[in-house]
């Protein structure tokens, strides 16, 4: 496979902040996920320094995002995670075991859907 760059995308992401420079409004755009000043109320972003071998993050939300959203973008968050981690290691035994922590984590917080 070749590794010449074809084509570029790109996704912005707008943060306005209020005088104290809290972010009171966040709106992304993906033009090729057809995504135009979508909102949103917190990001995590991590990018990979290669030559650092470090993680760069950014991690934002808006004032008026709830104690109870925060909890469920966290757990959600952390599943995602164990799968992404799956999918790009085929450590399936170790993403079972994150798996059962998001379980944890989630009674521990009572997230949990009623059943």
Partial sequence: MEDKV???SKVTIDVGLNANNLPVQMKWTAPDGSVQDAPAKAMLL???DGEE???MKIDLWTKDMSVEEMKQFFHQTLLTLSDSFE???GE???CEDLR???YHFA???NILPER
């Fill in 92 to 94: 399936q035994k170790i």
């Fill in 87 to 89: 999918k790009a290691t």
């Fill in 6 to 8: 074809v084509k570029t």
């Fill in 53 to 55: 071998n470090n993680t």
């Fill in 46 to 48: 991590s990018l990979w």
């Fill in 107 to 109: 009674d521990k917080m």
């Fill in 100 to 102: 059962d922590f998001c």
